[in-house]
């Protein structure tokens, strides 16, 4: 460690499972240190706050994880430490802007997470922030840009097609519209379906039209009525809302794929996990039992890795993928945040 940096730094933590607002302090802890040769150390500008985290606070028991732990795994920041055994890179230098996401396995094992002013990760979890895009913007990209991407591999849009995203106002889905705005081309459609007050920008995003879902509730009949006769080739469901699921032969065409992050649980409880496990099961075997709902029923996970964070930078340093940032929120008032993408930074 520098001479310049502090041996202790702010972070937000929690001992024991509950909501966050009830189980997280903010306290001072030591700044971590490389344990491993290949490990790079940087100092976080910015922390995504992901549904995720919330989930993991509240349903994952302590017997499986280090106590007190730190919240969130995805960042940017800055490189201040290099291990020995990470080649001399342009990319990897201290003083260099990354963004990154902490592996889950690390998160529940070491307690590490990324609502803190420091953290320590092995090289291949950061990569370099691209030109052109704030630190800010690509704090977001970890989870939710995996996610996004392996919903386009599911739903495999190509020049042409029709497709509906529903949340598209979201992490995942306003990533997920610009990613099929790309595959489907000019001649190609994509529907939006998310708050009427977000249309604005999520037409700038690629969306031919947005449907305000709260004008229209429930959504499903309107877009039945609406898309019957131009049915979609693809639905893709970045909230998973069932409702939708169920009523898809309705407005998407037989034999094409719904492809959804999965159903949302009705409250982060163990007894509310529990149904969504059974609705994700009903919904994955039920197509091929008579009765069930006649199409292609795909559900994804993303998963950070390098591969995908290089490729999400290469998007956004391209102009075919900007971020946007709901608001931002200083560390000290991260406790009290309610929307799932947001952003904390210090002064």
Not at 185 to 207: D, F, H, M, P, Y
Request: proline residues 7%.
């Amino acid at each position: 460690m520098s001479t310049n940096e502090s041996v202790t730094m702010k972070a937000w933590v929690h001992s024991r499972s509950g909501l966050p607002s009830e189980v997280l302090s903010l306290t001072t802890l030591p700044v971590p240190c490389l344990t491993s040769p290949t490990q790079v150390r940087v100092r976080i500008s910015h922390c995504a706050l992901n549904p995720g985290g919330s989930i993991t606070m509240q349903l994952l028991p302590f017997i499986f994880r280090t106590s007190p732990s730190i919240p969130e795994m995805d960042f940017s920041g800055t490189i201040v430490e290099l291990g020995p055994g990470v080649p001399a890179a342009r990319d990897l230098t201290p003083g260099q802007h990354v963004f990154g996401s902490i592996p889950v396995g690390q998160h529940a094992r070491s307690g590490s997470g990324s609502l803190a002013k420091y953290v320590v990760v092995d090289r291949t979890a950061v990569v370099k922030k691209p030109d052109g895009a704030t630190l800010e913007e690509v704090a977001g990209l970890g989870i939710a840009g995996a996610t996004a991407l392996e919903l386009i591999k599911a739903a495999k849009p190509k020049r042409g097609d029709s497709v509906l995203v529903n949340g598209a106002s979201g992490g995942i889905g306003h990533m997920a519209l610009q990613m099929c705005r790309a595959e489907v081309g000019e001649t190609g459609r994509v529907i939006a379906v998310c708050s009427g007050e977000n249309a604005g920008w999520v037409k700038q995003l690629g969306a031919d039209e947005v449907i305000d879902y709260k004008e229209h509730a429930p959504v499903h009949p309107h877009l039945a009525k609406t898309f019957d006769q131009s049915r979609f080739n693809a639905v893709i469901d970045a909230v998973g809302i069932q409702d939708i699921y169920h009523h898809c032969p309705g407005f998407l065409a037989d034999g094409k794929p719904y492809v959804t992050v999965g159903p949302r649980p009705p409250s982060y409880t163990v007894l509310g996990m529990l149904a969504t496990v059974g609705l994700m099961a009903k919904n994955a075997l039920l197509p091929r039992i008579l009765g069930g709902v006649p199409r292609d029923y795909r559900q994804v996970t993303g998963v950070s890795s390098q591969q995908n964070l290089q490729e999400l930078g290469k998007m956004v340093e391209e102009g075919k993928l900007k971020v946007h940032v709901g608001a931002k929120v200083k560390m000290e008032d991260a406790k009290q945040v309610r929307l799932r993408f947001q952003l904390w930074y210090e002064d």
